[in-house]
Structure formats: C-alpha cells, structure tokens
C-alpha cells in the first residue's frame, strides 16, 4: 500500500486499508500488538519500526479504505515530508508467558496462592505445588 509522510520526527505516516483488511486484522485479534515497517523508493527497509496509533472513524465510500496513521522515530531524517512509502504492517509477537488454568490454581487461608502440577501419567494426581503471596483480585502465580 502507498503512503505519504505527514511530519518529521517522530514521522507520521498515513495510510489507507480497505474494510476486508480492518476485519481480518479484527478477527485475527491483532489490535493493540502491530507494528508497521516502511520500504523506501529504492526498496530497502527503513531501520526504524513503528507503532500503528490512529484509525479513522470514517469509511471513504468511494475507495472502501478507512485512514490509519503509524507513527516512526526519525533521528536521521531519512524519511521527509510528502516522501511517498510502502508500509508494511506485522504483528508483533506476544510476549511469551506461562498459561496456567484457572482450576489449577487455589487461594489458602493465609492468601497464598497454590498452583498444582499434574503429573503426565496421571492427569488427576497433584504431583506438586508451589506457593506465593498475591494481593487481592491478582492473578499471577509462580510455578516450583
């Protein structure tokens, strides 16, 4: 997709997508984790990522695109008003976190929090816990 930058540092970069693209990108849950890349005139990558922050409310009925705006840091000037860009969007990876069910974790009486370990043979048994104290409503735990 083209794109025009709108300022210098940090660099706005506008952008339009088309309605099918803002419904995958809903339905593949992607709000809040993308990060968009621009490739310059001459097809290299610009080093610096940016971060999507805007969508417009409005729908262009004549085009079918919905206006966004990735912002980019732009120390060394490369990029310049009225440039005209590719933008590529990706989303980014979560971060990589232990998923512990909620019916494996247990709350006792001094408010430590408990989290069973099942064992792979017997998927019933509690092969081990480990404690910690937590505040009340959190819902973060350790593991042994």
Known sequence: MLATVVQDDPM?????????EMLEARDSEVTGKVR???RLANGSLYSEKGRVDFLDVQV???????????????????????????????????????????????????RSLRVRRLAKTTPSSSAASSSAPTARGSRSSRTA
């Not at 706005?12 to 099918?20: I, K, M």
């Not at 262009?60 to 310049?80: H, K, Y």
Request: hydrophobic share 40%; glycine share 6%; proline share 6%.
């Open 12 to 20: 706005q970069v506008l952008f339009s997508v088309t309605q099918r």
């Open 60 to 110: 262009n009925p004549r085009t079918d695109g919905q206006t966004v705006r990735a912002m980019f840091p732009n120390p060394d000037d490369i990029l310049t008003s009225g440039q005209t860009v590719r933008v590529i969007i990706e989303e980014k990876g979560g971060d990589k976190v232990l998923v512990i069910p909620q019916s494996a974790i247990a709350i006792d009486q001094n």
């Open 36 to 38: 968009a890349r621009v």
